[in-house]
């Protein structure tokens, strides 16, 4: 059976590589779904959530992404994030203190010190929203 | 000549030292191994950063103007000499470690002297801080302690803040000297161009465009885009490599120069333990004498 070979890689290691199903991934213009066979795409990912179906079976998997970006070639997904947490390895009540810290700093930020924030805060969320999916 | 009690203190002491410098060695030998698996474990994103950059920097040859990369045509060198240049000098945070920081400062002298359009320092570690505020360097500023706990985090504040000075025209180029890890025994300092990207660097020796790069690949956003938001990336993960070479390459240093400290040391124990068995078999046999000689006189 054909599949897709995933493999995840921060700036620190090589996070993941494993065989999948399906790969989902936060693009910076939506969201999209990668399936066997795609075509050859390079594109920029926003902080979000990315999930993959493992080919061994199981459970639909999910991690939160920093920004990033991906090159999909030859049934091969590479993801390059900074940082990256799988959803089992998230502590839910830090993950929310922190993007409420985040949120809070992102409010009393001037207009152009958002800019820079505004990927921060995002990462805490999707951090957030993975962790609730365990 | 010194006395017994004086050699007998002076070898403990050299001893206290040797034994100094031998955990010194040990620590810097244990630091070093954590120091390169983090340069190791960088490697799989540095070959895949850098050909998706250099794939697109070669599909948007031409279309592509950012402000971080080098005009068409060699534009890069003609700018040279036309401003102010900023300089990264990375140094350790400590020293006790060979000639590693002085290399790196006279170095970084050297070439500041040769810059037409004058230069201002960024001193990142506490050694070359002090030796630049020192010697009244022209400084941007210096970065203290910095490899008490080196992140991503750190170089990205560092690149954010040399991007946009850069972009800013405040510098029309920005380098860095440091001391790069070439293995336990050797450390090379280097000088390299971080900004403005030369062209070069993102496209590959072989122009780009060679082999699987002429794959039709699916852009989202458009090419420009894309190189847009990597090139900033790419800048900090050259300063975050830069820092983690010159980590490596200090721990490397010190550990060398601890291991010919702890030699030496022996060298010297040895030496001391020489010349007090000496002195106190002279002393011996003088005392000899002197009974003997006391024996024959009332004898005589």
């Known amino acids: 059976m054909a599949g897709l070979n995933l ?34 795409l390079i594109s920029t990912l926003r902080p979000g959530e990315l999930s993959y179906q493992p080919a061994a079976g199981g459970a639909r998997r999910f991690v939160a992404v920093a920004p990033g970006f991906c090159e999909v ?62 | 000549m010194a006395s017994l009690i004086d050699l007998r203190r002076r070898i403990r002491s050299v001893k206290n030292t040797q034994q100094i410098t031998k955990a010194m060695k040990m620590v810097a030998a244990a630091k070093l191994r954590r120091a390169q698996d983090q340069i190791l474990a960088t490697r799989p994103y540095a070959l895949e950063l850098r050909k998706v950059t250099e794939h697109l920097a070669a599909v948007a040859a031409g279309e592509v103007e950012h402000p971080l990369l080098s005009p068409p045509e060699g534009g890069g060198d003609e700018r040279a000499g036309a401003g102010r240049t900023l300089v990264l000098v990375v140094t350790g945070d400590k020293g006790l470690c060979g000639a590693f920081n002085a290399h790196v400062q006279r170095r970084a002298e050297q070439e500041m002297a040769q810059l037409n359009g004058g230069g201002e320092i960024l001193a990142l570690g506490n050694r070359g801080a002090d030796f630049f505020t020192h010697r009244g360097a022209p400084l941007r500023g210096v970065r203290r302690g910095l490899f008490r706990e080196l992140s991503y985090a750190t170089a990205q504040e560092l690149a954010a803040e040399v991007s946009k000075a850069f972009s800013d025209g405040e510098y029309h180029a920005v380098y860095a000297v440091y001391n790069e890890f070439i293995s336990v025994l050797s450390q090379r300092v280097t000088w390299e161009r971080l900004l403005p990207i030369a062209r070069e660097d993102v496209t590959g020796p072989e122009g780009g465009g060679a082999g699987e790069s002429h794959r039709d690949y699916l852009y989202e956003p458009s090419e420009a885009e894309i190189l847009n938001d990597l090139l900033p990336r790419f800048v900090t993960f050259q300063i975050y490599r830069v820092l983690l070479e010159s980590q490596a390459a200090e721990h490397a240093a010190r550990m060398t120069a601890m291991d010919s400290a702890t030699k030496n040391a022996g060298e010297l124990i040895d030496a001391l333990t020489l010349q007090y068995n000496r002195s106190r078999q002279a002393e011996i046999t003088t005392e000899l004498i002197e009974v003997v000689s006391g024996a024959n006189a009332l004898e005589g």
């Open chain 1, 73 to 134: 070639a030859d049934d091969t997904v590479t993801v390059l994030t900074e940082t990256a947490a799988p959803a089992e390895n998230i502590d839910a009540a830090s993950a929310r203190a922190e993007r409420d810290e985040l949120a809070a700093e992102y409010d009393r930020a001037s207009f152009e010190e958002q800019a820079g924030l505004k990927d921060r805060v995002d990462t805490a969320q999707a951090r957030v929203d993975v962790a609730g999916r365990v």
């Open chain 1, 7 to 40: 493999i995840l890689v921060t700036h620190a290691r090589k996070l993941l590589e494993v065989e999948c199903s399906d790969v989902g991934l936060p693009g910076r213009k939506g969201d999209m779904g990668i399936l066997p066979g795609h075509t050859a």
